[in-house]
């Protein structure tokens, strides 16, 4: 049995929608029958990461209450280090979308990531995604109605797999690593719903999924 964990889920991003993308990318892998599925919340995540589940999927901004004068984040310092541990002794963790956003980046979870959201522009915009870099055209790019994410990536230390590209810019939408024992992948697309059910990003998501699942 595969066993994935996902934290799905904050103030500016539904839950639901986050679950039907991941949920329909998951019935497009081959060995789908054998993989079990559990949402966890975040006070969950500490216990989850016990019993050494073979992924965990991260879809979740750290700030819980980002509008309010106090602002409370839920990876403590403690949590953190576990999460760290957790991939160097041979978890995976995907960091999609949300779940690269607002973490500091002197914590062990954006280093081992490598990479974190800056900012997107303001709304939805048209955002081409591309398979090859600076190749804005053809059969290996597609469209999508999105938040073009502009990220932090330490590239010479990871594999970009994933580029964009929209009216304000350029940037790096996915890439991947090893972590010690573990795996690390990031993938920024998508915001919305009908982003997340895309056939090529729900492709991409399967893809992503089974190369942190590969042994």
């Given at each position: 049995?595969i066993?994935?964990?996902?934290?799905?889920?904050?103030?500016?991003?539904?839950?639901?929608?986050?679950k039907?993308?991941?949920?329909?990318?998951?019935?497009r892998?081959?060995?789908?029958?054998?993989?079990?599925l559990?949402?966890?919340?975040?006070?969950?995540?500490?216990?989850?990461?016990?019993?050494?589940?073979?992924?965990?999927?991260?879809?979740?901004?750290?700030?819980l209450?980002?509008?309010?004068?106090?602002v409370?984040?839920?990876?403590?310092?403690?949590?953190?280090?576990?999460?760290?541990?957790?991939?160097?002794?041979?978890g995976?963790?995907?960091?999609?979308?949300?779940?690269?956003?607002?973490?500091?980046?002197e914590?062990?979870?954006?280093?081992?990531?490598r990479?974190?959201?800056?900012?997107?522009?303001?709304g939805?915009?048209?955002?081409?995604?591309?398979?090859?870099?600076?190749?804005?055209?053809?059969?290996?790019?597609?469209l999508?109605?999105?938040?073009?994410?502009?990220?932090?990536?330490?590239?010479?230390?990871?594999?970009?797999?994933?580029?964009s590209?929209?009216?304000?810019?350029?940037?790096?939408?996915?890439?991947?690593?090893?972590?010690?024992?573990?795996?690390v992948?990031?993938?920024?697309?998508?915001?919305?719903?009908?982003?997340?059910?895309?056939k090529?990003?729900?492709?991409?998501?399967?893809?992503?999924?089974?190369?942190?699942?590969?042994?």
């Amino acid at each position: 049995m595969i066993r994935i964990i996902a934290l799905v889920g904050d103030y500016w991003h539904a839950g639901d929608d986050a679950k039907v993308g991941l949920e329909a990318a998951i019935d497009r892998m081959p060995n789908k029958k054998d993989v079990h599925l559990q949402y966890i919340t975040h006070e969950e995540v500490s216990k989850a990461l016990d019993e050494k589940p073979d992924l965990l999927v991260n879809a979740k901004m750290n700030q819980l209450n980002p509008k309010d004068e106090h602002v409370i984040t839920w990876l403590t310092e403690e949590l953190d280090q576990k999460l760290a541990t957790y991939v160097k002794e041979g978890g995976s963790v995907l960091a999609w979308h949300a779940g690269m956003a607002g973490y500091k980046r002197e914590s062990n979870y954006i280093q081992m990531l490598r990479g974190s959201f800056d900012y997107h522009p303001p709304g939805l915009q048209e955002v081409t995604y591309m398979l090859k870099e600076n190749e804005k055209s053809g059969g290996n790019t597609f469209l999508l109605t999105d938040e073009q994410y502009f990220v932090h990536c330490d590239v010479e230390n990871t594999e970009v797999d994933l580029w964009s590209t929209g009216v304000d810019g350029d940037s790096i939408a996915g890439w991947k690593h090893f972590y010690e024992k573990g795996k690390v992948c990031c993938f920024t697309p998508a915001h919305t719903k009908e982003g997340m059910l895309n056939k090529k990003v729900s492709n991409l998501l399967v893809e992503k999924i089974l190369w942190t699942l590969s042994k």
